[in-house]
């Protein structure tokens, strides 16, 4: 199982962005999926996550900016970003707990995979 995401790139303060993370493998069900950020020099941190029946929660730095949402059939999860900042800059993570299938002589076999992690992309605010 994989994720990849996409939809960083550069902005000036006050834009928008929004990023899209697709999963991709044996899917059998996506618990948790979430956003992540590392900033240069800092630790990466929970942007937003958003549970499989649509619970959500934010960071309090992004709150009334960011919105998380996901759509469970194209097993994606977005994350919409208004007003942006300059510190809004890092790279952004696409975070999942993603149950596979695997199959075998007819028994499909269920395999949690626990923190999966995208590859990252980068967004970067201008002032």
């Known amino acids: 199982v994989q994720l990849v995401e996409s939809g960083g790139g550069l902005v000036q303060a006050g834009g928008s962005l929004r990023l899209s993370c697709v999963a991709s493998?044996?899917?059998?069900?996506?618990?948790?999926m979430g956003w992540y950020r590392q900033a240069p020099g800092k630790q990466r941190e929970l942007v937003a996550a958003?549970?499989?029946?649509?619970?959500?929660n934010y960071a309090d730095s992004v709150k009334g900016r960011f919105t998380v949402s996901r759509d469970n059939a194209k097993n994606t999860v977005y994350l919409q970003m208004n007003s942006l900042k300059p510190e809004d800059t890092a790279v952004y993570y696409c975070?999942?707990?993603?149950?596979?299938?695997?199959?075998?002589?007819?028994?499909?076999?269920?395999?949690?995979?626990?923190?999966?992690w995208g590859q990252g992309t980068l967004v970067t605010v201008s002032s």
């Open positions: 975070n999942a707990d993603i149950v596979a299938a695997a199959q075998a002589m007819g028994v499909v076999t269920l395999i949690p995979y626990l923190e999966v």
């Open positions: 493998g044996s899917i059998f069900s996506i618990n948790a």
């Open positions: 958003i549970t499989s029946d649509g619970n959500t």
